[in-house]
Each structure stands twice: as structure tokens, then as C-alpha cells.
């Protein structure tokens, strides 16, 4: 008879960061990417916000595989649908460790920002909702809030924090009736999230981006 099981094992994660760990932190950025992108890629991105008193560190997913099929891009993803809960609970406990790990070596009163691109919003959300670590705003970017979490215990968790959506208007996976089904869903649950429109596709909007982290237009 076959029977499934699972073992739980130490692996290495992989991360990367922009600026410098310390007191002087002021604004400290954990950013998720989407699905099938290098977190080496996607930090590129954050070049255009970064500051002397910012941190910027983008974990990348535990999944990795050829974007190609058996050669090309070495990419990665958060999770699948198969054993899903438990593909949860190992990235939650890696992003754990690493808020901890520099959370603790930055400014106390430090801002701290929480982003997901595509896949990375749920990613973001699922862990802060399990976990219930100190932050002041989440960005849910071209991504949406998962539908499967009851948020109604984590509203008073969430009622002091500063909620973002952004989308672009030609993004081919968020379109007209997903973006009014995902406004539904966040009345439902009495979710307080501000919505911003960009101009393009499924990417971060660097103009918007700037903006959003209260950074100066060059």
C-alpha cells in the first residue's frame, strides 16, 4: 500500500538587499516578488527608492525551475496548490527569520514596509496574517488579497496600518470584473485598503512606486 508522508527539512534560502543594516535605518522594505521572477531581478526595481536611511531585502521563493523547461532562466515561486498549507507554513517561517533578522539591527521606530508583486501579495498577506509581525504598510502590487483568509479576527491587527492595491489598467490577469470582485471582497471584509490605477501592464509602476514610498520626482 502506498502512503504519503512529509518530513520536515533545513534548507538554504536565498535573499537579497540594497543599502545597509543599522540604526540609521529608517524605512526598511521586505518586497515579494511574483511568480516565475528572480528575487535578484526584482530588486532592481527598488533602486529607484532607495535612500541613505532605507533597507531593502527581497527573499526569494524556496521553489525554484527552469523558466524554459529543462535549460534557460533559473526562476522561482512562492507556492503550488499541491500541499499547499505546508508550502505556507515553510515560507512563513523563512520570512520570519528574516524580518527578525533585521528588524533587530535597525532604527526601533523604523518604518517598516511590507510589498508583494503578482503572487508576492498573497505570499505578504497569508504570512502577516498568520504571524502578526509590527508593520506600518502593505502594498498588494498587480496581486490580490487571498479569498480563502477569514479576516474579520485581524481587523483590529490591520486598523492602524496603511493598506495599498495598485494595478495597471492593461494588466492582462487583473481585468475590469477581477478588480471589481477583489473591491467586493474587501468590503466584505470590511478591509481598509486605498486603490491606485497606473497606467500599463503587469509590472511595478516606478513613478507610482516613488510616489506611494514618499519619494522625491527626479
Excluded at 21 to 42: D, E, I, M, N, T
Excluded at 118 to 143: I, Y
Aim: hydrophobic share 35%; glycine share 6%.
Amino acid at each position: 500500500m502506498i502512503q504519503a508522508h512529509s518530513l520536515a527539512v533545513q534548507r538554504t534560502a536565498h535573499y537579497y538587499t540594497l543599502g545597509q543594516p543599522g540604526p540609521h535605518v529608517r524605512k526598511f522594505w521586505l518586497v515579494c516578488h511574483g511568480y516565475g521572477q528572480p528575487a535578484s531581478s526584482f530588486i532592481h526595481s527598488f533602486k529607484s527608492i532607495q535612500q541613505a536611511d532605507a533597507f531593502i531585502v527581497a527573499p526569494e521563493g524556496l521553489s525554484r525551475f527552469y523558466w524554459g523547461g529543462f535549460t534557460g532562466q533559473v526562476v522561482s515561486s512562492w507556492m503550488t496548490s499541491k500541499d499547499r498549507l505546508e508550502e505556507i507554513a515553510d515560507y512563513t517561517r523563512y520570512l520570519r527569520q528574516l524580518y527578525d533578522l533585521y528588524t533587530a539591527h535597525i532604527h526601533p521606530e523604523a518604518e517598516i514596509n511590507m510589498l508583494g508583486f503578482s503572487q508576492g501579495c498573497a505570499t505578504q498577506m497569508r504570512w502577516l496574517m498568520r504571524e502578526h509581525p509590527r508593520f506600518d504598510r502593505l502594498f498588494l502590487w498587480s496581486g490580490q488579497v487571498p479569498e480563502d483568509i477569514d479576516y474579520s479576527p485581524h481587523l483590529d491587527y490591520l486598523s492602524d496600518k496603511q493598506l495599498h492595491f495598485a494595478y495597471g489598467n492593461e494588466d492582462k490577469f487583473i481585468t475590469k470584473e477581477r478588480v471589481e470582485m477583489h473591491q467586493q471582497l474587501i468590503e466584505d471584509q470590511q478591509l481598509q485598503i486605498t486603490t491606485h490605477e497606473f497606467e500599463g501592464g503587469h509590472s511595478l509602476d516606478i513613478p507610482l512606486l516613488r510616489k506611494l514610498a514618499g519619494v522625491a520626482a527626479v
